[in-house]
């Protein structure tokens, strides 16, 4: 029983202690590390968003005029 306990009180800190260590948020510590792409600069970032949402939102009025036109 003691040994039961013992081993269960390890395995309880360990798993603290783990969970401690792995909630860091890396080397960098700062917003917008994590992305593959720079949030620096604001006219750059948002010529970024305008060029992938609004090629997605595009698309369906293409297909619809080349349909239209064919």
Same mark, same amino acid.
């Given at each position: ?12 800190? /360990? ?16 917003? #917008?590390?994590?992305? %593959? +792409? /720079? ?16 090629? #997605?939102?595009?698309? %369906? +009025? ?9």
């Amino acid at each position: 029983m003691l040994t039961v306990r013992s081993a269960l009180r390890g395995f309880t800190r /360990s798993f603290k202690t783990t969970a401690v260590n792995k909630s860091d948020h890396g080397p960098e510590g700062f917003p #917008g590390a994590n992305l %593959p +792409f /720079s949030i620096n600069n604001r006219y750059k970032l948002c010529a970024m968003f305008m060029a992938f949402f609004g090629s #997605g939102f595009s698309v %369906p +009025f293409l297909v619809l005029r080349y349909h239209l036109t064919k």
